[in-house]
């Protein structure tokens, strides 16, 4: 699985929009991207995924490089709750395949 | 969306004892569950891959007779850390995959956290 670049840490006013890059240049063709998040000593909650188009849910956007080497995660109106580690992953989809963490963002959103 | 339950949440235990941890889906067949152990202030690292019916893949440097793994059905996985020592003091996380969802996301469990004096 290709391996994802995050900065370490970012911080955030509450009520404006958290943007949360990764960037993943050796992805190839059949890998999807990803995004967690861990609120401390929880599990992981998925947020989003996709392959290359922009999607959107009720928790966030991912917006997608053409060239696919890069994503942004968008929170748009961050809440205190949404401080977290955010973490990008890219893996192809295929039962059993596993996913590997790398260190994500830690993300603090200020009141 | 389905649901991880790991048990138990919480453990301490002395030095040199077994400690068992469960693993369950509680709305979804799983015919593969992950486990993952997390040290404070790190990422999350994989330590196996559990195959119902079948023996677990073990990463590189994690020891298969130091953590026992049992996925005897297609809900319940199970992580036994045999004579454990305090360097093993961590928080243990499982996840599973829903095999009808199409969209191959991981659902993860709430973790445990084993203590080890």
């Known amino acids: 699985d290709a391996k994802t670049t995050q900065p370490p840490s970012m911080d955030c006013a509450e009520g404006r929009a958290a943007n949360l890059p990764c960037n993943h240049s050796t992805i190839s063709g059949n890998e999807y991207v990803y995004w967690y998040r861990q609120i401390h000593s929880q599990g992981p909650q998925y947020i989003i995924h996709?392959?290359?188009n922009n999607e959107t849910n009720e928790m966030a956007s991912l917006i997608i490089t053409e060239d696919r080497k890069s994503s942004t995660l968008i929170l748009p109106h961050a809440t205190l709750r949404d401080t977290a580690v955010y973490y990008c992953?890219?893996?192809?989809?295929?039962?059993?395949?596993?996913?590997?963490f790398g260190t994500g963002t830690s993300l603090t959103v200020i009141p | 969306g389905a649901v991880v339950s790991q048990h138990p949440s919480w453990v301490i235990c002395k030095s040199g004892t077994s400690v068992k941890i469960e693993c369950r889906s509680l709305d979804f067949q799983a015919t593969t569950m992950f486990w993952y152990r997390q040290f404070p202030k790190q990422s999350l690292m994989l330590m196996a891959t559990s195959n119902e019916g079948s023996k677990a893949t073990y990463e590189q440097g994690v020891e298969k007779d130091k953590f026992l793994i049992n996925h005897a059905s297609l809900t319940l996985s199970t992580l036994t850390v045999t004579s454990a020592h305090p360097e093993d003091s961590s928080f243990y996380i499982c996840s599973a995959g829903h095999r009808g969802s199409g969209t191959g996301e991981l659902f993860f469990g709430e973790g445990s956290r084993l203590t080890v004096l």
């Open positions: 996709g392959l290359k």
């Open positions: 992953i890219v893996r192809v989809v295929r039962a059993g395949n596993q996913f590997y």
